[in-house]
């Protein structure tokens, strides 16, 4: 497994405004994904972070709205831009260790209230 | 499009029985099989992943695949008031050369005393 931190736990947002979420792994994982889960849904993929390349992100998802980092092995952001109340929702970090078809684990997510 | 599909409850059992949750998918390719708990305003975490076909067993969780029926299921037995939770069944398989993990939309379970 892994330790994943996710910053914030929680946040108030007004419209328009931008808000960046940082995820830290305590060790080097294969691969990255933020998803999201609106109240009462089950988890949708927004992306998967690539080291050191651009993001691949799934329909609907788009980067101008999404822009994800993930400098290193360890470490990514996403950033919720020109937030709306529809973004209110929680923001989850996941990482795979071993092998691509790995054990898929969360960090304890980043609840995002737009107003 | 790859679906999962599961039941979206609530499943009600009393507390000692055993409880069964089930999850349908559709794309045959499909590799690795996980089960994930989820509290109530928590995040979802790891119980059980399967690869191949047959039982795996873990404690009280025994999750059950088959492939050719691309169905997966957990049965939780001797179930307690504190399995009440949102079961997530999770499928991978290879796209466009990464393992993506697909969501069902989760069985709420309810264990009463």
């Known amino acids: 497994s892994a330790v994943i931190s996710q910053k914030p736990s929680r946040d108030i947002c007004q419209r328009g405004t931008s808000l960046t979420i940082q995820c830290q792994v305590d060790s080097q994982v294969t691969m990255m994904f933020w998803y999201r889960q609106q109240p009462g849904q089950s988890l949708t993929l927004i992306a998967t972070a690539n080291q050191g390349s651009e993001a691949t992100y799934e329909s609907g998802f788009v980067i101008d709205k999404f822009p994800i980092s993930r400098p290193n092995l360890t470490f990514s952001t996403l950033t919720v831009s020109n937030m709306s109340p529809e973004d209110s929702s929680i923001y989850l970090c996941?990482?795979?260790?071993?092998?691509?078809?790995?054990?898929?684990?969360f960090g304890e997510g980043s609840r995002l209230t737009v107003l | 499009q790859k679906e999962v599909e599961q039941n979206s409850g609530p499943l009600s059992v009393p507390e000692g029985a055993i409880a069964s949750l089930n999850c349908t998918y559709s794309d045959r390719g499909s590799q690795s099989f996980f089960w994930y708990r989820q509290y109530s305003g928590k995040s979802p975490e790891l119980i059980m992943s399967i690869y191949s076909n047959g039982d795996k067993e873990d404690g009280r969780f025994t999750a059950q695949l088959n492939k050719a029926s691309q169905y997966v299921s957990l049965l939780i037995r001797d179930s307690q008031p504190s399995d009440s939770a949102t079961y997530l069944c999770?499928?991978?398989?290879?796209?466009?050369?990464?393992?993506?993990?697909?969501f069902g939309r989760g069985t709420s379970l309810i264990v009463h005393p």
């Open positions: 999770a499928v991978k398989g290879l796209s466009g050369g990464s393992y993506i993990p697909t």
């Open positions: 996941s990482v795979v260790t071993g092998g691509g078809d790995g054990e898929l684990f």
